[in-house]
């Protein structure tokens, strides 16, 4: 299949890019997490309920365990009431993923004083440290990122990679939405947790592919790595990409450290071959710096007519971050009906689309947030879009459409009756292919899925549920907002409301 031709189908005829007759063999289901069958470094269970450090000192083992567990860590043990599949419960992070497979691993160039300066994979399920590869990698890293960041005064950087076969063996091409979308989620969920610190985190979605795997010793087929995240105390320089270095190759990069391959187990016997992921991903890579590139944010406005609702100034929450991490869940069937009021509203759409790290300013400017709002006090019931500029509504088309959202559904768990605000982010999925190839689909979803995660945290500080969800037809839902004839299109749909959890039981999983 043509890469456009797959991509276009994966974003609006999901259904006919995955066999009919496909079977999840859960038999033989992957972990939601590597392990490396190599020794491990315990990181502390005792997380702090505030993370907040006042110290200049570069960051203890312990911090960084931390700063890994709030990101991507076992957080909550939830039993049901009901089995799902046949096992009575399931382990959550404080992250959501699609079918909650966690597609994402987390490795790190750590350079602290307390264990040897070197890569490191985060063991999800032992919270616990992996030394792959020890040493000082600040300048193959800098060549790796094309000299865009000053690597040397960086205590660390994170590598978000993606396993391709953890939720290929459920969902089959329709995995390579979700990657794009969980790496986005969990980089949102990172961006966040080095704020509350504070540490300096700036996200990198360009750099020589291979080389980095090759540093982590990945195979860029099976797993690969999607964004890297230099972290410092002090905020980072960073250097333009079209000042025009020397390029540099990942071949180059890669004949010059020896290869490393550590066994590791992820309990899957069989791993079926997964062709179109494989194609449209290697064709995504960047094998050169010359193949960098500005990804120019060019905003398409959605039509809309003139009227519109300046919204009141938004409301600060009293809830720590960490009951605001605890408490977000997407809510499925509890959903309960009710409504939101105009200062809830605007907090959490200004909150979202409002960025204080400076290298975001103009990252997010080709993206939308939009909705269905059904419950709002004093807002008619409607189609709008928000504008983060005059911080006010734009009304697309006034009406009661919850009968047309829920009819879009491809499974009706959720009852869009009961939430009051009905949200999708928008965009053009393959903004700047022009220039970056089929590497522009991987970034639109990953910064989709940072705008998710922050828009959940925020419905959360506020009491109330958000469930992201890619199971409704994006091609009708794209009608009542307009979208005909523009290459926009609904990237993802989250309703928020108020909910009351039945038939679940959690339980925390820290000491
Ligand atoms: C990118 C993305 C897509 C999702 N799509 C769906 C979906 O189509 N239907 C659904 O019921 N849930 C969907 N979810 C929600 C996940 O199933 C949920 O996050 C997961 O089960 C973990 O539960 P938690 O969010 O309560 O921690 C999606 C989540 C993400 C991040």
Not at 140 to 168: M, R
Not at 388 to 400: A, M, P, R
């Amino acid at each position: 299949m043509h890469l456009h031709t797959f991509l276009s189908h994966l974003q609006h005829h999901p259904e006919t890019i995955r066999p009919s007759d496909w079977e999840v063999n859960w038999n033989d289901a992957p972990l939601p997490f590597k392990q490396y069958i190599l020794p491990k470094i315990a990181l502390s269970m005792e997380i702090p309920l505030d993370l907040k450090r006042e110290s200049s000192h570069i960051p203890t083992i312990d911090e960084i365990g931390y700063f890994l567990w709030y990101i991507y860590g076992l957080t909550k043990i939830i039993h049901t009431s009901y089995p799902i599949k046949e096992e009575q419960y399931t382990l959550r992070r404080f992250v959501p993923s699609g079918g909650a497979l966690y597609p994402n691993e987390l490795y790190l160039y750590l350079k602290t004083k307390d264990i040897p300066n070197g890569i490191y994979h985060y063991d999800v399920s032992h919270h616990a440290l992996v030394l792959l590869r020890e040493g000082n990698f600040d300048s193959f890293l800098a060549e790796a990122l094309g000299y865009q960041c000053d690597i040397s005064p960086c205590f660390a950087t994170v590598f978000v990679s993606v396993f391709f076969w953890k939720n290929f063996f459920k969902y089959h091409n329709f995995s390579y939405r979700l990657q794009g979308l969980d790496s986005g989620v969990l980089l949102g969920q990172l961006l966040e947790v080095a704020k509350q610190i504070p540490y300096q985190a700036t996200i990198y979605d360009q750099f020589l592919d291979e080389a980095i795997n090759h540093l982590l010793g990945l195979s860029t087929n099976q797993e690969s790595t999607y964004a890297v995240i230099p972290l410092s105390l002090t905020p980072q320089k960073t250097h333009h990409l079209s000042i025009k270095q020397e390029h540099i190759t990942s071949h180059e990069l890669c004949v010059s450290l020896p290869k490393i391959k550590h066994p590791y187990q992820m309990n899957s016997k069989k791993i079926l071959p997964y062709p179109e992921v494989e194609k449209i991903h290697l064709s995504s890579i960047q094998t050169t710096t010359e193949n960098f590139c500005d990804s120019k944010s060019i905003c398409s406005p959605i039509l809309h007519r003139n009227k519109c609702i300046t919204l009141p100034p938004n409301q600060t929450s009293s809830l720590s971050f960490y009951t605001i991490c605890q408490n977000r869940t997407s809510p499925g069937q509890d959903f309960r009906f009710g409504s939101i009021s105009q200062p809830q509203l605007a907090t959490l759409l200004q909150k979202t689309m409002e960025h204080d790290l400076h290298h975001l300013e103009h990252y997010f400017s080709d993206l939308k947030l939009a909705g269905y709002l059904h419950q709002v006090d004093e807002v008619p019931k409607g189609m709008y879009t928000y504008d983060v500029q005059t911080h006010s509504l734009h009304l697309i088309q006034e009406g009661n459409f919850h009968v047309h959202l829920q009819q879009c559904l491809t499974d009706a768990h959720i009852n869009l009756f009961q939430t009051p605000i009905c949200l999708h982010i928008i965009g053009d999925p393959i903004a700047n292919q022009e220039t970056l190839g089929p590497r522009s689909y991987r970034m639109q979803q990953m910064k989709t899925g940072i705008l998710v995660q922050r828009l959940l945290l925020i419905a959360s500080s506020l009491g109330f549920g958000g469930h992201p969800l890619l199971g409704y037809d994006a091609k009708s839902v794209d009608q009542l907002y307009q979208l005909d004839g523009t290459k926009q299109t609904s990237l993802i749909q989250i309703p928020i409301g108020p909910f009351q959890r039945y038939g679940q039981y959690e339980g925390s999983l820290h000491a």
